[in-house]
C-alpha cells in the first residue's frame, strides 16, 4: 500500500493562445491556458511541489532579445494574488517550507520559480537535466524551444537529484499503456513516469492515493484533456511547438487517451487544461 498524500493544483499565472492550439477541433479564438502546478503535502516529507507555473523571475529572463521573443510569442498574466508565493502564504507555507520541487521539464512556464524555494531538493529525469546544461550560452536555441536557463539558481545542481536514480516501480495494471516508473520516495507514494515526445525528459507523477484517488499529472504531454479524450492533437502549427519529437509525442498522447477513456476514475491532470484543473478542484 502507497502512503497517502494531499495534493492542491494551483494556477500561477495564463498565458493566452488560441483555443484551437491545444485542440485542432477548438475555436480560433484566444483562450487562457493556466500553468499549473501540484502541491502535495506528504506525511515525512513535507511540502512539495509540481512544477512552480510562472513567477517575476519570468519577467526578468524575457527582458531582452532573444528571450523577449518568448514573451511577446506567449503574452503572460500574473497578477499579484496569483504567484506562487502568495499562494502559499495562504496555506500558512513559507518558501523555506517548501523542501521538494519536482520539475516536469524544463520549460520556462514550468520552472520560473525556482529561485524562489532556496531550501528545496529538486528532482528532474536526467535527460532534461543534460538538455538544459547544454543549452547555457546558446540563448537562440534556447528560446526558440521555450527554455530560459537563466531561471535556473546558481546551486541547481549541487540540489539536484535525478529522478531516473531512484528506484524503477511497476505501475499497477490499470495504468496501461503506461507500466514503469520511478518510486521518488521509497514509499510507493509518488512515481515519476517518464512522459517522452514533448520536451527531453519529461517526467508525469502517478499519485497512487491523492486523498483516496488516483491522480496522474502528465504536464504537457497534452494540453486538453477532451482532445485527448477524443483522440484530437493540437492544431498542426501547434503540433511543432508540442513536440521535440514527433512520432514519441503521438505515442505518448494515444497511450494518454486510451488511459483516459478507459480509467475515468484515474483524475489525468495536464498543466495547462483548464477542464480538467476545474474538475479536480471542483471534486475537493
Ligand atoms: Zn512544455
Given at each position: 500500500m502507497s502512503r497517502t498524500v494531499s495534493l492542491n493544483v494551483l494556477r500561477a499565472g495564463w498565458c493566452r493562445h488560441l483555443e484551437c492550439m491545444a485542440d485542432r477541433g477548438g475555436r480560433w479564438a484566444p483562450?487562457?491556458?493556466p500553468a499549473l502546478c501540484g502541491?502535495?503535502?506528504?506525511?515525512?516529507v513535507g511540502w512539495i511541489l509540481y512544477d512552480t507555473g510562472y513567477a517575476e523571475h519570468f519577467f526578468k529572463a524575457t527582458q531582452t532579445l532573444p528571450e523577449r521573443l518568448y514573451r511577446s510569442a506567449v503574452p503572460v498574466q500574473l497578477p499579484a494574488q496569483e504567484q506562487l508565493l502568495a499562494q502559499l502564504k495562504t496555506f500558512g507555507i513559507g518558501a523555506h517550507d517548501i523542501s521538494t520541487v519536482i520539475i516536469s521539464h524544463f520549460h520556462g512556464d514550468h520552472i520560473a520559480g525556482l529561485r524562489d524555494f532556496p531550501q528545496a531538493t529538486f528532482i528532474a529525469l536526467d535527460a532534461g537535466?543534460?538538455?538544459?546544461?547544454?543549452?547555457?550560452?546558446?540563448?537562440?536555441r534556447a528560446t526558440f524551444g521555450g527554455h530560459l536557463p537563466a531561471l535556473l539558481p546558481e546551486d541547481f545542481s549541487a540540489r539536484l537529484t535525478l529522478a531516473d536514480h531512484c528506484k524503477s516501480a511497476a505501475l499497477p495494471g490499470w495504468m496501461a499503456p503506461f507500466s514503469q516508473g520511478f518510486d521518488l520516495l521509497g514509499d510507493g507514494s509518488l512515481i515519476a513516469v517518464p512522459l517522452s515526445g514533448h520536451s527531453e525528459?519529461?517526467?508525469?507523477?502517478?499519485?497512487?492515493?491523492?486523498?483516496?484517488?488516483?491522480?496522474?499529472?502528465?504536464?504537457?504531454?497534452?494540453w486538453?484533456?477532451?482532445?485527448?479524450?477524443?483522440?484530437?492533437?493540437?492544431?498542426?502549427?501547434?503540433?511543432w511547438f508540442a513536440s521535440h519529437d514527433a512520432k514519441h509525442y503521438r505515442q505518448t498522447y494515444s497511450d494518454l487517451g486510451t488511459l483516459i477513456r478507459r480509467e475515468p476514475e484515474v483524475m489525468v491532470l495536464p498543466s495547462h487544461c483548464s477542464q480538467a484543473w476545474k474538475a479536480y478542484t471542483d471534486e475537493q
Open positions: 483562450v487562457r491556458f502541491l502535495i503535502r506528504h506525511p515525512d537535466r543534460q538538455h538544459i546544461e547544454r543549452l547555457r550560452g546558446h540563448r537562440w525528459g519529461q517526467l508525469g507523477l502517478f499519485i497512487p492515493d491523492a486523498q483516496g484517488h488516483p491522480v496522474f499529472l502528465v504536464a504537457d504531454a497534452c486538453s484533456v477532451p482532445a485527448c479524450r477524443a483522440g484530437r492533437l493540437p492544431a498542426a502549427p501547434a503540433l
